[in-house]
């Protein structure tokens, strides 16, 4: 089965560090480029960041550029998420999603809930 | 960064209805977008991509169109099952922006 599991969410204090982990499979993920997405509870979806295939070309929003890093293991067909200096605002539910064609998204995740609260 | 925006916020109608939404961007994105569907407590689910294709599964009531910065979302005939939040998304420039979404609810 064609799928993405992601876990490592948890509740932190600000400040604190998470890293998150996605683990696919049913398709060569070595092909794809990766992204993460999240969402605030009854908010809209906000791109996170996104790496291409081998790895070597990483992508960030500004609000997370320099807090956040994403990377990737092919040999075991996973995606990660490092987050440090976590605050308030990154609350949300973390969607990691494999980029098809020319880079819409065409399988999710279920997610997984970060929470930054003291 | 490239602003997408979605009309109407919400949109009520009853089953059976056609419904129009739309996303328009700040600035000319090709066909470079996609559109997808979201109910409470789920995943995101690809609808439309590269404006006008639809991706695999999707129902011919579907359907996708508009270039450069007016794009539209189209449902022929509402089944019950496609009230949802809709978004549309570019991929054309980084970052990758998506649009605040329209709340497609039965009336």
């Known amino acids: 089965e064609v799928q993405l599991l992601e876990s490592g969410g948890d509740l932190v204090q600000p400040g604190g560090s998470l890293t998150l982990s996605c683990a696919a499979s049913?398709?060569?993920?070595?092909?794809?480029?990766m992204r993460w997405v999240r969402q605030a509870q009854g908010k809209g979806l906000e791109w996170v960041s996104g790496?291409?295939?081998?790895?070597?070309?990483?992508n960030y929003a500004d609000s997370v550029r320099r807090r956040f890093i994403i990377s990737r293991d092919n040999s075991k067909s996973t995606l990660y998420l490092q987050m440090t200096d976590l605050r308030a605002e990154d609350t949300a539910v973390y969607y990691c999603?494999?980029?098809?064609?020319?880079?819409?998204?065409?399988?999710w995740g279920r997610g997984t809930l970060v929470t930054v609260s003291s | 960064e490239i602003v997408l925006t979605q009309s109407p916020a919400t949109l009520s109608l009853s089953p059976g209805d056609r419904a129009t939404l739309s996303c328009r961007a700040s600035?000319?994105?090709?066909?470079?977008l996609a559109w997808y569907q979201q109910k409470p407590g789920r995943t995101p689910r690809l609808l439309i991509y590269?404006?006008?294709n639809r991706a695999t599964g999707i129902p011919a009531r579907f359907s996708g169109g508009g270039s450069g910065t007016d794009f539209t979302l189209t449902i022929s005939s509402l089944e019950p099952e496609d009230f949802a939040v809709y978004y549309c998304?570019?991929?054309?420039?980084?970052?990758?922006?998506f649009g605040q979404g329209t709340r497609l609810e039965i009336k």
């Open positions: 600035q000319s994105i090709a066909t470079s």
């Open positions: 590269d404006a006008s």
């Open positions: 049913g398709f060569s993920f070595s092909s794809f480029a």
């Open positions: 999603a494999k980029r098809g064609g020319r880079g819409y998204h065409d399988l």
């Open positions: 998304q570019q991929f054309i420039n980084w970052p990758i922006t």
């Open positions: 790496i291409n295939d081998n790895g070597r070309n990483t």
